[in-house]
């Protein structure tokens, strides 16, 4: 029974990061690779079991997620750039972040046009839109268009698939 409720509510707490349904409305939420990427970055499966923690490998390439209010970076308030934990690729800076209530980092925009890449995701029966990191194709979360002014975006990003830059200047 124990592990029946822990399923259910693994599911659940998964949704929370991912209940909305997207119509891709605005530039922001066309930056969808329509077709097969040649990243920046390649490395075989090896390669980067050799340089990614297993959580962030589980994360960025296995597309998992983790634990709602667990990660390092759900709550931290300090000023500095997020990047990829694959790649450092930058991807999104504190200026950029607010506190969704989700448990996950999120940020209403990302650090340029070319930071990040969306595709669809119709996973755990649910429309959501996938963020990827543009460079490596590292899977970072998922975008909803339920997040604050200007955007009315929400990236709501795992912890682990990011590093973090302290003090360092938005470009």
Not at 56 to 62: K, S
Not at 109 to 128: A, G
Request: aromatic fraction near 10%.
């Amino acid at each position: 029974m124990k592990s029946v409720f822990s399923v259910i509510l693994s599911i659940i707490v998964i949704a929370g990061c991912g209940s909305s349904t997207m119509d891709n409305k605005g530039d922001k939420m066309n930056r969808e690779n329509t077709k097969e990427t040649a990243f920046e970055v390649n490395k075989t499966e090896e390669e980067w079991r050799e340089t990614l923690t297993l959580e962030q490998f589980y994360i960025l390439r296995e597309k998992g997620t983790e634990r709602a209010f667990t990660g390092k970076y759900y709550d931290n308030k300090k000023k500095g750039l997020y990047i990829c934990a694959g790649c450092e690729n930058e991807l999104f800076h504190s200026a950029e972040k607010f506190d969704s209530g989700t448990g996950w980092p999120s940020y209403w925009d990302t650090v340029s046009e070319n930071s990040v890449i969306t595709k669809p995701d119709n996973s755990l029966f649910m429309r959501r839109t996938e963020v990827v990191c543009a460079r490596c194709g590292g899977h970072l979360g998922h975008v909803f268009e339920d997040g604050p002014k200007p955007t009315g975006l929400r990236y709501c990003i795992n912890s682990a698939a990011l590093k973090f830059e302290e003090n360092k200047e938005k470009p």
